[in-house]
Nanobody
Framework: QVQLVESGGGLVQAGGSLRLSCVAS????????MGWFRQAPGKEREPVAA????????YYADSVKGRFTISRDNAKNTVYLQMNSLQPEDTAVYYC???????????????WGQGTQVTVSS
């Protein structure tokens, strides 16, 4: 059973930065497609960024392109989300997710972390 544990959330002022980390255990991390999702109050969960293991393809939501960067360290079983130029609309619970089947980057995730809160004040 794969377990995902996120960390790095917190309160930051608009324009600031945070780096989220997600440590995976219980599986072959290097074979997983890893994604970051977020859910703001009253809204549906949405994909933010993802990286596919097989060809290192990446996905970014239009709203975060140029500000967020996803990266992974297979030796540490960890995926990161570097978030720069944060805005109040980035406030949400951020979830790490993993899948090992399928090429889609925004759907089909099987394993989920517990989430970490990111709050951006104006």
């Amino acid at each position: 059973q794969v377990q995902l544990v996120e960390s790095g959330g917190g309160l930051v002022q608009a324009g600031g930065s945070l780096r989220l980390s997600c440590v995976a255990s219980g599986g072959t991390f290097s074979s997983y497609t890893m994604g970051w999702f977020r859910q703001a109050p009253g809204k549906e969960r949405e994909p933010v960024a993802a990286t596919r293991w097989s060809d290192s393809s990446t996905y970014y939501a239009d709203s975060v392109k140029g500000r967020f960067t996803i990266s992974r360290d297979n030796a540490k079983n960890t995926v990161y989300l570097q978030m720069n130029s944060l805005q109040p609309e980035d406030t949400a619970v951020y979830y790490c997710a993993a899948k090992f089947r399928g090429l889609a980057l925004t759907t089909g995730y099987v394993y989920w972390g517990q989430g970490t809160q990111v709050t951006v004040s104006s």
